[in-house]
């Protein structure tokens, strides 16, 4: 039975780190397990231009706990109005790692998203000339389409569309939760991959409203039935290059989930690590941790894989904090609902 498992340092694709005193109160969660993570731009204002990014990476630096080993990627919000010289500037310096696209509406912070592609399509095919991942949030907005079917009708209506148009441009569809997502993903060539969160790979939607309301599994996508949750699982575990991890641990203060209409996001940050262990040991793939959270990642984005690492050790049950304080109010930890016996020990 394997009780010590030694990885290189993991790295997290799809992370919301906030500002200032949220900022603060979270980035050291992060900071102890991973060592780079792509940043979300979906702050208020949203990181928009080159200029907005590079100070946002200084806020995030000046909140790091002192020796801490953690780079933050950093990456624009993509607007009808972002300008591809600035684009192709700050990816030239150094300072952007890869585009979001929200589409207006999709989810927390997204009125500034894209509405009319027309428009993003000059920024697109500056980004397939020079490599620049496009970050895709696959959802559509429209109020007529199920909120469960709102990922698949995506890659029909939009993402096949918006890739026909823009040949060679490099696409992560982010947090995905369906099984349709996962098969598109698996036959999309090697422009295409996929973050899997945290999350979807324990929860199905019964978790939101079985027995009550749960607010703090509420996110966006929402988590799907079990058979799409089974999906992403076998996608994760599978060793395919096409798959890495992308938290999209979403802290949000507790008041502002625990609302009438209550904020999309789970923070999984602290957990994050141990519940993946448990979730590969679980399907008999413990071995392909490493490629799912430590190696697809950099490969996709063209860095290094990490020289450093972690250590897991499986022991008795342990119980992680059920919330954190920050300067923004307390913050509840995804509980994954099952025993946790790995911990991170070095
Ligand atoms: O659950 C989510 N929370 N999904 C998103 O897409 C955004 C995120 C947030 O920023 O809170
Ligand atoms: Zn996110």
Redesign the pocket.
């Known amino acids: 039975m394997t009780t010590t498992l030694t990885l290189r340092r993991p790295d997290d694709w799809?992370l919301?780190l906030r500002d200032g005193a949220m900022l603060r109160g979270v980035v050291a969660h992060s900071a102890r397990d991973f060592a780079r993570a792509i940043i979300?731009p979906n702050l208020v204002p949203p990181v928009v231009t080159g200029d907005d990014a590079a100070a946002y990476r200084a806020r995030i630096a000046a909140s790091l706990p002192q020796g801490a080993d953690f780079t933050p990627l950093m990456t624009l919000y993509l607007t009808e109005g972002t300008d591809a010289d600035d684009v192709a500037r700050a990816h030239a310096a150094g300072i952007v790692r890869a585009v979001k696209l929200y589409p207006a509406g999709a989810t927390t912070n997204s009125a500034s998203g894209v509405r009319d592609f027309a428009r993003v399509q000059g920024v697109l095919e500056r980004m397939a000339d020079i490599g620049l991942p496009l970050l895709v949030h696959g959802e559509v907005t429209d109020p007529d389409i199920d909120i469960f079917d709102r990922e698949s009708v995506f890659i029909d209506r939009v993402l096949a569309p918006l890739r026909a148009r823009v040949p060679g441009l490099r696409v992560v569809m982010?947090?995905v939760t369906t099984r349709e997502a996962v098969d598109y993903v698996r036959g999309g060539g090697p422009d295409l991959a996929a973050t899997i969160t945290t999350h979807h790979l324990i929860i199905n939607r019964n978790a939101i409203l079985a027995g009550g309301i749960r607010p703090h599994y509420y996110c966006l996508p929402v988590a799907k039935r079990e058979t799409h949750r089974l999906a992403l699982v076998e996608a994760a575990t599978s060793g395919d290059p096409a798959f890495f991890l992308g938290t999209?641990s979403?802290p949000h203060a507790d008041a502002a989930k625990l609302s009438p209409c209550g904020c999309a996001g789970i923070f999984s940050a602290p957990v994050t690590m141990p519940c993946l262990a448990h979730v590969f040991e679980d399907a008999g793939a413990l071995d392909r941790l490493e490629a799912f959270a430590c190696l697809n990642g950099p490969a996709f984005y063209r860095l290094p894989p990490n020289d450093t690492t972690i250590t897991l050790e499986k022991g008795d049950p342990w119980a992680p904090p059920a919330m954190i304080e920050t300067g923004a109010g307390p913050v509840t930890v995804l509980d994954p609902g099952f025993p946790l016996r790995w911990r991170v020990t070095s």
């Open positions: 799809h919301h979300m982010e947090h999209d979403a």
